[in-house]
T-cell receptor, first 112, second 111 residues
Framework: KAGVTQTPRYLIKTRGQQVTLSCSPISGHRSVSWYQQTPGQGLQFLFEYFSETQRNKGNFPGRFSGRQFSNSRSEMNVSTLELGDSALYLC???????????FGQGTRLTVV | EDQVTQSPEALRLQEGESSSLNCSYTVSGLRGLFWYRQDPGKGPEFLFTLYSAGEEKEKERLKATLTKKESFLHITAPKPEDSATYLCAVRSGGSNYKLTFGKGTLLTVNP
C-alpha cells in the first residue's frame, strides 16, 4: 500500500515569506503528526492531529500552524519565515493515537 | 515530561562485529516504545514496537528488547548496509500519547 506522501520535496524561500507543506497519510490512518529535524536538535515535535482535531502541540511559536482535513490529509503553514526555520520537515501517520507512526520522506525547506 | 536518552551518540563497528545500542526513558505510563532507522536525507523507517517489559522483537540482524527503564537494539554480525542513524521513541499516557524521540545513535559499519 502507498506510504506517507509529502509535497513538495524541496523548497527554497526568502525570509519573511510564508510556506505551506502538505502531507497525505497512509490510507485508513487517522492521526497525523509533524516534526522539524535539524542536525543540532534532532526530531522536534510540532503538532499532532486526529480526526481533524489538534491533540498535541509542541513548543514552537505561533508562526507554525497546521490543520487536518476530513480525508485525514494535513497541511502545515509557517508564516514570516526566519533563517532558523531551515530544516527537514517530516510528517508521520498512524492508525490511531497509540500505534506506531510511519514517516514520509520529508520536505527540505531552505530559507535564504 | 517524557525523556528519551540514547547512547552512544555514535558507534563505529567493523563488519561482523556485534554490538548494542541503548535507549533509556522516563515516562508516565508507557504506551509503546518504537525503534526507527533513518538514512541521510530520508524519513525514519519503522523497525519495531515494544509494549511491555520482557518483550523482544527480531528482524534479520536486529533484535530489540525492553525493560522497565530502557531498551536495547542488538545488532548481530552487522553489514555496511546497516549503517544509519537509529532512533528510539516513546508514547506515554502522561503526555497524551505524544511521540517523544531521542537524538539517535549514528552507526557506521566498515567493510
Amino acid at each position: 500500500k502507498a506510504g506517507v506522501t509529502q509535497t513538495p520535496r524541496y523548497l527554497i524561500k526568502t525570509r519573511g515569506q510564508q510556506v505551506t507543506l502538505s502531507c497525505s497519510p497512509i490510507s485508513g490512518h487517522r492521526s497525523v503528526s509533524w516534526y522539524q529535524q535539524t542536525p543540532g536538535q534532532g526530531l522536534q515535535f510540532l503538532f499532532e492531529y486526529f480526526s481533524e482535531t489538534q491533540r498535541n502541540k509542541g513548543n514552537f511559536p505561533g508562526r507554525f500552524s497546521g490543520r487536518q482535513f476530513s480525508n485525514s490529509r494535513s497541511e502545515m503553514n509557517v508564516s514570516t519565515l526566519e533563517l532558523g526555520d531551515s530544516a527537514l520537515y517530516l510528517c508521520a501517520s498512524s492508525r490511531d493515537i497509540s500505534t506506531e507512526a510511519f514517516f514520509g520522506q520529508g520536505t527540505r525547506l531552505t530559507v535564504v | 515530561e517524557d525523556q528519551v536518552t540514547q547512547s552512544p551518540e555514535a558507534l563505529r563497528l567493523q563488519e561482523g562485529e556485534s554490538s548494542s545500542l541503548n535507549c533509556s526513558y522516563t515516562v508516565s505510563g508507557l504506551r509503546g516504545l518504537f525503534w526507527y532507522r533513518q538514512d541521510p536525507g530520508k524519513g525514519p523507517e519503522f523497525l519495531f514496537t515494544l509494549y511491555s517489559a520482557g518483550e523482544e522483537k527480531e528482524k534479520e540482524r536486529l533484535k530489540a528488547t525492553l525493560t522497565k527503564k530502557e531498551s536495547f537494539l542488538h545488532i548481530t554480525a552487522p553489514k555496511p548496509e546497516d549503517s544509519a542513524t537509529y532512533l528510539c521513541a516513546v508514547r506515554s499516557g502522561g503526555s497524551n500519547y505524544k511521540l517523544t524521540f531521542g537524538k539517535g545513535t549514528l552507526l557506521t559499519v566498515n567493510p
